[in-house]
Structures are given as C-alpha cells and as structure tokens.
C-alpha cells in the first residue's frame, strides 16, 4: 500500500514561488519513478516532473529554468520548487509515485496552486 500526500499550493502573484512537498508513505522503494503532474480545468493531467531512479530527471518544457524537482529517498519525500510563477501555472499538482519496473502508478489527492494578481 502506498499513500502520497501533498502540501504547500496557495495563492501566489505572478512572478512569485512556492514550494511543494509530497510526503510517501508505505511499501515505497528507491528503485522508482516519483513526479509530479498537473491539471488544469478543462486539460488533460501533465508531466511537469520526474526523477527516475537513480537521478535522471525530466521536465516539461513549459517549466525548465523556472521549476526545480528533489527527491530525499530517506525521508521519502519528493519536492518541487517553483519560480517565477505564471498565471499558466495555475492547476491542481499532483504528486505520482511508480515502482521500476513496471510497477503501478499512484497518484496524491492534490494541491492547488493558484497564480493571480
């Protein structure tokens, strides 16, 4: 069994940061997949981050140079760090955790981050 909790979305001005955190807990191994994903209304759930094991990371394009993705396998807690907001940034983040190989995706309840002046 395997919960993610996220926190850390809010409310930020454009131009702003936030921090995200996603706290794993259960049968969770460092030979893994841990992301995160967002949605938008009226979008499709996307990639914005991944660290595969044992660190190649992948970000969207829409993020690079602006989001940094972290992974503490002790503490089992995956991170994403996010600068210079965009109102285009504004959906729930969700946090995704997949054991390698082949393994089920598992998916957090979200967090809402929302990016207005």
């Known amino acids: 069994q395997v919960q993610l909790v996220e926190s850390g979305g809010g409310l930020v001005q454009p131009g702003g940061s936030l921090r995200l955190s996603c706290a794993a807990s259960g049968n969770i191994l460092s030979v893994s997949v841990m992301g995160w994903y967002r949605q938008a209304p009226g979008n499709q759930r996307e990639l914005v981050a991944e660290?595969?094991?044992?660190?190649?990371?992948n970000y969207a394009d829409s993020v690079k140079g602006r989001f940094t993705i972290s992974r503490d396998n002790a503490k089992k807690m995956v991170y994403l760090q996010m600068n210079s907001l965009k109102p285009e940034d504004t959906a729930v983040y969700y946090c995704?955790?997949?054991?390698?190989?082949?393994?089920?995706?598992?998916w957090g309840q979200g967090t809402q981050v929302t990016v207005s002046s």
């Open positions: 995704q955790y997949r054991r390698l190989p082949g393994g089920d995706n598992y």
């Open positions: 660290i595969t094991w044992p660190s190649r990371i």
